[in-house]
């Protein structure tokens, strides 16, 4: 669904993403770790076609990351929720409805919106949103067009509990409708439970790829370690 080669992201001289290749399966949620400066949000931004890469390829669903037919495959949700300030609630779902040409909208619109608290604030304007609000509204607008595959950057910060809660459920059951997700978190808790795999990136770089119960078993002396003790190691400084 996804195939990174050789991602390289310069500013000036300095590599904020240094020459790294992935890729992720149908049917896979991955965690994207890594400290402050690591890459991560970098990374997804060029996958996305935010940042312009300055080498390697990006391909979606077998084509350029910046076709058309590309676009049509994947929502994204920034780690920072922009809506639109003179638009409602509802006219936000209702403008990527009309984008992406989706059927029936106003049903899934209104389960949408139902599931993350929004339908009694389906009226209110973007401006008048806090932050809370704006990133479910930015989380409804990404699961209406049913993409095959979604990149979160830091998608439970701001919610409450129950929407993150809800975050989860929805990250599973989009999973077992064979949708790809990449989610890029600090919260470590809130991806060990859901992810098949975990990618953990320094410095610009991949330091670790592989299942959770991979990467105990190869980079750590004890079956207890949780994935916080497996990140503050692999991260730590030398």
Avoid at 29 to 46: I, R, Y
Avoid at 171 to 189: M, R
């Amino acid at each position: 669904m996804l195939e990174v080669e050789g991602l390289v992201k310069r500013y000036g001289k300095q590599n904020a993403v240094n020459d790294i290749s992935f890729s992720l399966q149908g049917g896979e949620v991955v965690g994207l770790l890594g400290p402050n400066g690591a890459g991560k949000s970098t990374t997804m931004k060029c996958i996305v076609g935010l940042l312009r890469k300055t080498a390697g390829s990006i391909r979606i669903g077998g084509h350029d990351h910046l076709s058309v037919p590309a676009k049509k495959l994947f929502s994204y949700i920034p780690e920072t929720p922009h809506v639109y300030d003179l638009l409602t609630v509802k006219e936000h779902m209702q403008f990527i409805a009309q984008a992406y040409a989706v059927e029936d909208w106003k049903r899934k619109a209104e389960e949408w919106m139902e599931i993350y608290e929004l339908t009694d604030k389906q009226d209110k304007l973007g401006r008048d949103l806090s932050k809370g609000m704006r990133q479910k509204v930015s989380i409804c607008c990404a699961l209406l067009p049913d993409p095959e595959l979604l990149f979160f950057d830091e998608p439970m910060i701001g919610l409450d509990p129950k929407a993150i809660k809800n975050t989860k459920r929805i990250f599973k059951e989009l999973k077992e409708n064979g949708k790809t997700i990449l989610v890029s978190t600090h919260l470590i808790d809130s991806v060990e439970t859901i992810a098949d795999r975990i990618m953990i990136m320094k410095d610009g770089n991949i330091i670790g790829n592989d299942t959770l119960a991979n990467l105990k078993a190869t980079l750590s002396e004890s079956d207890d370690s949780s994935l916080e003790d497996l990140f503050l190691e692999l991260t730590k400084d030398e």
